[in-house]
């Protein structure tokens, strides 16, 4: 079966301070990967696509094929950055998401 | 900016009855999604739409849940009859082919209530 891990339901961190949320897929490949963001009241949204190699608000995503692990880190959280996030590759066939639980970050003050 | 548009917004429902869920994507999108998330889960996919025929299906409980994209515009989702484990957030989203690197544009999503 073809399964995302998020192993942290929730991650408190303190302004300022380094985040990684972790995420682990299950299947071998190359499936393509992204991460979707929901903010408070907002719709989810994608934050960040691997392909893209780009940072995104401060956020990058690092592929380790070996692992299959793409986790996503910011080096200094902002309050803002408080929303859950989801980690979520394409399914083996290439035609559709498949979402892990989610992680809530909590940044404070 | 565009925006995919769900109706309605919250719906509270006796277990046995018919609900239906209406999505409308953004303009120029040709595939559109369905999806189911429980609380505290992320979205599952039920039905993925290409124009008007279904791609990906193959999560959808088709004894009581079907759908249906008829002008390959908007859709429609239908559960009937509804059981006390349907109740979820259903969303839709949309998206503009881009070769694997779609990035799919979700509604504000139909919270469903089954009592």
């Known amino acids: 079966a073809q399964r995302v891990t998020q192993p942290e339901k929730l991650l408190s961190v303190f302004k300022g301070a380094p985040v990684e949320l972790k995420c682990n897929y299950s299947?071998?490949?190359?499936?393509?990967l992204f991460w979707y963001v929901q903010y408070s009241r907002q719709r989810l949204q994608l934050l960040l696509r691997?392909?893209s190699r780009e940072s995104i608000k401060g956020f990058t995503a690092d592929l380790n094929k070996g692992e299959t692990s793409f986790h996503l880190k910011k080096p200094f959280a902002q309050e803002e950055d408080s929303a859950m996030y989801y980690c979520?590759?394409?399914?083996?066939?290439?035609?559709?998401?498949?979402f892990g639980k989610g992680t809530t970050l909590s940044v404070s003050s | 900016e565009a925006e995919v548009a769900q109706s309605p917004r919250y719906k509270i429902t006796e277990k046995s009855q018919a609900v239906a869920f209406w999505c409308d994507p953004i303009?120029?999108?040709?595939?559109l999604y369905w999806y189911r998330q429980i609380l505290g889960q992320g979205p599952e996919l039920l039905v993925q739409?290409?124009?008007?025929?279904?791609?990906?299906d193959s999560q959808l409980p088709k004894d009581r849940f079907s759908a249906e994209r008829l002008k390959g515009v908007d859709s429609t989702l239908k559960i009937q009859p509804a059981e006390l484990g349907d109740s979820a957030m259903y969303l839709c989203?949309?998206?503009?082919?881009?070769?694997?690197?779609?990035?799919?544009?979700f509604g504000p999503g139909t919270r469903l209530l089954v009592l």
């Open positions: 303009s120029g999108h040709a595939t």
């Open positions: 739409f290409q124009d008007e025929s279904v791609v990906d």
């Open positions: 691997h392909i």
């Open positions: 989203a949309s998206s503009f082919p881009a070769g694997g690197q779609e990035t799919q544009y």
């Open positions: 979520a590759p394409h399914n083996q066939a290439g035609t559709a998401l498949i």
């Open positions: 299947y071998s490949g190359s499936p393509e």
